[in-house]
């Protein structure tokens, strides 16, 4: 995959090269990372590249030729652009999961109140939210995605197991992770794990992860592709839980 970043501030991209999966990925040429600055295509002489906003208003609006002609600098037929807005859609792991099959993807960063909006109508693919939230700029959101998009790419993980397994990718969070030492000050590891049984160890995880995502984020069970072995899974812990309370 090859990744454009259209920022104002490339320098805060420089440890990304070096850093954990996205390092490897880019070590390996699964990824392809440039960060373009946006000041370099200005015409004005300070190379300023923001104006009053129209019809009055705090703060200044981003001007659409320098950002125009940084995007035409790198697009091709096969981009598509991102732009890092608070008024995007929310980035999910469904979304993460398409963007990891692009072939090209450019991140286009924001800052001030925001680029004009005939960029966003006539040149930008998607808008793209981290949360509903405000961020001084794109580029905390654009390092997110790249994150998120990285681990998926082929070759990326020593498993796909790696990440099919993880919270979200089907719909559901993950069951509970336990390592050494079995006894933690009084608090052990549940048996079952020590059992060798692999097949009570995945039922007992499929359980555990029903139950996180019941407790914690239940919304997430309305859109969730359950089966009916889940279905009754989720009444037995409506059941633990009641008995509970």
Partial sequence: MKIDVL??????????????????????????IDYINIRDFSKDKHK??????????????????PIVDAIDSVKTERSRVIYLSPQGQRLDQDLVNRLSKEEHLI????????????II????????????????????????????VTRLLPGVLSSEQSFTEESHYHGILEYPQYTRPYDFRGLKVP???????????????RYQALKATYIKRPDLL?????????????????AELHNRS
């Fill in 191 to 205: 048996d079952v794990l020590l059992s060798g049984n692999h097949k009570e160890i995945e039922r007992w995880r």
């Fill in 7 to 32: 920022t104002l501030f490339p320098e805060f991209f420089s440890t990304l090269k070096d850093w954990s999966i996205i390092g490897r990925a880019i070590k390996e040429d699964i990824l392809n």
């Fill in 222 to 238: 309305k859109k969730a592709n359950l089966t009916e072995e889940d279905k009754e899974i989720l009444k037995a812990i409506e």
């Fill in 48 to 65: 300023r590249v923001d104006d009053y906003s129209y019809g009055g208003g705090p703060g200044m609006v981003m001007t659409p030729e």
């Fill in 107 to 118: 991140l286009l960063c924001g800052h001030y109140e925001g680029i004009d909006n005939r």
């Fill in 121 to 148: 109508d006539h040149y930008v693919h998607e808008e793209v939210s981290i949360g509903d939230y405000v961020l001084t700029g794109g580029e905390i959101p654009a390092m997110v995605v790249i994150d998120a």
